[in-house]
C-alpha cells in the first residue's frame, strides 16, 4: 500500500500560521483510515511554533530559497528561512523512509503551495510557484497536489504499481 504525504492542516489539525485548519477533507479521511496517511507540517517540525507570524518568500519561489537566493519573511521581516528549509528536509526523509511518491500540500503556503505562492508583499498577491517543500519534494520525483486537486491525486496514486 502507498503512502501519501500530507499537509497536517488539511487533515483538521490546528497547526497553520493562524492557529487554524484547513480540514478535514472526506477523501484524505478516508486514505487516514486506510493507513495511507503520513501528516506533517513542515513549519511546526522545522521549528516553528502555532500560532506564528505570517510569512512570505519574496519573488514567492521556493526554489529560490533553496538555492540560497531567496528568504521566508514574516510581515515584520523576521527571516524563517532556515525553519521552513530544515521543515522541507524533515518532510524529504520521510519521502524517502516511507518511499512516498506522491503528497498532498497545501495551496499557496510558502511551504506547501504546489502551483501558487504569495509574492512577499502580503498585499494577498500570489504568482506561479512552489513552496520551500513542495519544490524540495518535487526536486525528488515526487508528484505534489493540493488540496483542490484531490481526484487527480486520487488518479495518480491508482497508477502506482
Not at 518511499?99 to 498585499?123: H, M, Q, V, W
Amino acid at each position: 500500500m502507498h503512502k501519501i504525504l500530507v499537509s497536517r492542516c488539511l487533515l483538521g489539525h490546528p497547526v497553520r500560521y493562524d492557529g487554524g485548519s484547513s480540514g478535514p477533507f472526506d477523501r484524505l479521511a478516508a486514505w487516514q483510515a486506510e493507513g495511507r496517511v503520513v501528516g506533517l507540517c513542515p513549519e511546526v517540525a522545522g521549528g516553528l511554533p502555532t500560532p506564528r507570524p505570517p510569512a512570505e518568500i519574496p519573488g514567492g519561489q521556493g526554489t529560490a530559497v533553496l538555492a540560497g537566493e531567496a528568504q521566508v519573511l514574516t510581515v515584520q521581516g523576521e527571516d524563517f528561512t532556515a525553519a521552513f528549509v530544515r521543515g522541507a528536509e524533515i518532510a524529504l526523509r520521510q519521502v524517502r523512509e516511507q518511499g512516498i511518491r506522491i503528497a498532498i500540500l497545501k495551496a499557496n503556503s510558502p511551504s506547501c503551495g504546489n502551483r501558487e505562492t504569495y509574492d512577499g508583499s502580503f498585499s494577498g498577491v500570489r504568482v506561479s510557484g512552489e513552496g520551500v517543500t513542495a519544490a524540495l519534494l518535487r526536486r525528488e520525483g515526487v508528484q505534489v497536489f493540493n488540496e483542490h486537486e484531490l481526484e487527480a491525486a486520487e488518479l495518480a496514486l491508482a497508477q502506482l504499481l
